[in-house]
């Protein structure tokens, strides 16, 4: 993983002509000692009263040992523990961030988020909302999003990613993290998974769409989806070192994105499905389904969809003429290096075979997403986001998309 002060330098040095936001981390410790290490870490930073936010499972997975570790070194604490709705999920909701404020008191100086992504969505927003800096402490290889800026929430039944903060420094447990269940390592490989189709449609985003694209955000993330799949026998084996290149992997994605200020790098329209199959199981009262799983089943419908519909439609001269003047010139400028970008994408079923070996979700039926949502998702989710992805050009020309 690239070290913080490597990647202070180059992005000093990066040419992309576009803003990088500053990279305010102390800290990434990834290391079987990390517990020890963070709080030794709060003891340095001289924090007087920290807050531990936490689900009942992460509690009892990290929790108590930090817990344990602050009383040990006579540091005032207190936690909060976000309780699950009525279906047994924890959900980064407005009942959860207010439940999470409540529990955080005003004189508390520092918060502690102790958990995967939901619990760092939900910490992340109280913390900044309320002015104090948090740490990160995750506990499974789960999603991309521990040392991130964005909190994606769910206000009102809709998923929006705001902007908030950094943690201020990040530990990672190797221990805590290989005994995670499998399904959230499955996870964790399918949100990585999804950086072939978000990388692609970034670029596309920004040679069609003008938005801006940094190069170096844009390697990071390459660099870290590529470890990841190279490791895939190690991770499938829950190997120390597997694991360690699947956090690293994830954190490095996380990085690309502070980098920018914003998720492009690692989320185009294999997310925008997944949050709009999350927003449909909440409407309809059903229990979730991790945010990587999802990501990893949608992956292989978005390249499905770009490596032939998509594909077809850009190379063909006939449909072109069908465009505006001005959108026709643009497309047919870059028409070859927009084929060149789908072409090297993997083809579904690579991805399929390697979730499979993870034993994760491979078909949106896996996951509980009947074939009428998966359409609708088609024809719909481009519109959760105001980003010219591959999905949106699609729905815009053609609309339509027959999914079996």
């Given amino acids: 993983m690239i070290s913080l002060n490597e990647l202070t330098n180059l992005a000093n040095t990066c040419t992309c002509g576009n803003h990088h936001n500053d990279i305010l981390i102390d800290e990434i410790v990834i290391s079987e000692d990390a517990l020890v290490k963070a709080v030794k870490y709060i003891e340095k930073s001289k924090f007087k ?9 992460t509690f009892e997975v990290a929790g108590q040992r930090v817990s344990e570790l602050l009383s040990d070194r006579k540091i005032d604490y207190c936690t909060t523990l976000i309780r699950a709705n009525k279906q ?51 506990t499974a290889p789960s999603v991309d999003g521990f040392n991130s800026m964005g909190a994606p929430v769910v206000i009102k039944g809709i998923k929006t990613t ?116 999350e927003m449909d199981f909440i409407k309809e009262k059903k229990p979730q389904v991790l945010h990587g799983a999802k990501v990893g089943v949608s992956t292989q419908i978005i390249l499905d969809l770009y490596k032939n519909n998509v594909l077809d439609l850009i190379g063909n001269q006939d449909q072109l003429k069908n465009f505006s003047t001005a959108e026709a010139k643009v497309i047919l400028d870059k028409q070859h290096e927009i084929i060149t970008i789908v072409e090297l994408l993997p083809k579904p079923k690579e991805i399929a075979n390697m979730l499979s070996m993870l034993e994760g979700p491979v078909t949106p039926c896996d996951i509980g997403i009947e074939p009428a949502l998966v359409q609708d998702s088609l024809n719909k989710a481009h519109e959760l986001r105001n980003r010219y992805t591959l999905l949106k050009f699609w729905n815009e020309h053609i609309g339509e998309h027959q999914y079996v």
């Fill in 49 to 57: 009263k920290v807050v531990l936010i936490a689900d009942q499972n």
């Fill in 88 to 138: 047994g999920d924890v959900i980064a909701d407005e009942v959860a961030l207010i439940e999470a404020m409540l529990g955080i008191p005003q004189d508390a100086d520092s918060i502690i988020a102790v958990g995967a992504g939901t619990i760092h969505d939900i910490a992340r927003f109280a913390s900044f909302k309320m002015a104090k800096p948090f740490i990160s402490i995750p």
């Fill in 162 to 277: 705001y902007q908030m903060q950094s943690p201020i420094a990040v530990f990672a447990d190797i221990n805590i993290l290989q005994k995670a269940p499998k399904q959230m390592i499955a996870a964790g490989f399918g949100d990585m998974i999804g950086k072939y189709t978000s990388l692609a449609d970034w670029k596309f985003s920004h040679l069609i769409g003008k938005e801006p694209y940094c190069t170096l955000s844009a390697q990071l993330t390459k660099e870290a989806l590529n470890k990841s799949v190279n490791a895939l026998k190690e991770i499938v084996n829950g190997e120390k070192e597997g694991i360690k290149i699947l956090i690293e992997s994830l954190i490095q994605s996380g990085l690309a994105m502070l980098l920018v200020g914003y998720s492009s790098p690692a989320s185009g329209g294999e997310h925008h499905l997944s949050h709009f199959w």
